[in-house]
């Protein structure tokens, strides 16, 4: 990897199919701008369509000739996640990105439409049943690529199978945690499910250190967080991070260049809080197969998607995955 990978390095993406939930802010946001920038169609998976319209008007700002779809999808909502995918579908047969970014962070308890903690259900679990859904498509375009947005709350997070769902001891910090450690522990799965079945198409994962972005304002709206908590944002937040330009260059890193590895979880590499991205150690979690393997299995139980990895497997035409509405 180059000491100082920058957009530039973007690859030619011409005639290449990416998705992106949560496009329409924050690391999505500029995400679709140095994606479409590059000659990519860009869909913009977003759960509100007025704010999702003017994300899009601001990206052909900046990139005239942009190639954007926009299109719905409210990871709160397992029927949402389902319904995307069948639509995208019907209008596309490749996938060369799907890059899972949208994400709700420190939130008060409370439960998606199909009774799931939101943190994790929006975090993790719209994002595995929507992998699922779509993984006829990614395996069928050749050197696809499925990316997860995770964070630094990921170093100190744990899965908790016991309680996943925070019924019986739930703090917004630790949920969040075990959601963003949720999602660089599915990139590292699919990864090597991908590979032990002879595919070559990759997953990874990515935090972007330090950043100011719409998430940790709404997440501050949202909990009515304490005095001092909100001093810490509003203060010391714009003295230690990083911009937006730069925090989100692990991502689209991870995303977009060939060098970028399978299984790698990327972040910038001054103490993992600011600068350019490098690989990075996670969590030792990420290095137990046997939890992996749990939380997979766990993970297809509460959305009813079971992934496919047979190469001579004939996808489902509707929805590539099983797929049933969870009823609890």
């Known amino acids: 990897m180059s000491n100082k990978w920058t957009q530039n390095d973007i690859p030619n993406l011409t005639g290449k199919v990416v998705i992106i939930t949560g ?55 397992l029927a949402s996640v389902h319904e995307f995918a069948a639509a995208f579908k019907a209008k596309y047969d490749r996938l060369d990105i ?49 990316h997860s947005t995770s964070s630094s709350a990921a170093f100190t997070g744990s899965i908790n199978l016991d309680d996943l769902m925070g019924e019986e001891n739930y703090g917004r910090w630790s949920a969040y945690g075990q959601s963003k450690l949720a999602n660089a522990a ?35 709206e949202m909990s009515d967080a304490p005095f001092f908590e909100r001093i810490t944002y509003r203060i010391i937040g714009p003295l230690v991070a990083q911009d937006i330009e730069m925090g989100v260059l692990p991502q689209l890193y991870a995303a977009t260049a060939p060098q970028a590895q399978g299984g790698a979880f ?42 496919n990895f047979a190469k001579t497997a004939v996808a489902d035409p509707v929805s590539g995955a099983s797929y049933s509405k969870v009823t609890k």
Not at 122 to 144: I, M, Q, R, Y
Request: proline letters at 3%; hydrophobic letters at 40%; glycine letters at 6%.
């Open 98 to 146: 799907l890059l899972n970014n949208a994400g709700v962070m420190a939130i008060p308890y409370s439960l998606t439409e199909d009774g799931f903690e939101t943190q994790l259900g929006v975090n993790h679990l719209a994002h595995f049943a929507l992998t699922g859904l779509l993984l006829d498509v990614l395996l069928k375009t050749p050197n696809s690529r499925v």
């Open 186 to 220: 599915f990139a590292t799965e699919l990864d090597k499910r991908l590979k032990t079945a002879g595919h070559n198409t990759i997953a990874n994962s990515s935090h972007p250190g330090i950043v100011m972005t719409n998430l940790q304002s709404n997440s501050l």
């Open 266 to 307: 990327y972040g910038p590499r001054l103490l993992r809080m600011r600068g350019y991205p490098a690989e990075q150690h996670c969590n030792d979690a990420l290095n137990d197969d046997e939890l992996l393997r749990q939380f997979w299995e766990v993970s297809e139980q509460l959305t009813d998607v079971t992934y």
């Open 23 to 77: 496009a329409n802010s924050g690391l999505g946001l500029e995400s679709t701008k140095a994606i479409a920038a590059k000659g990519a169609t860009v869909v913009m998976a977003c759960r509100n369509l007025n704010k999702a319209e003017e994300a899009k008007a601001e990206v052909i700002q900046t990139v005239p000739k942009a190639k954007l779809d926009v299109m719905q999808l409210d990871n709160a909502s």
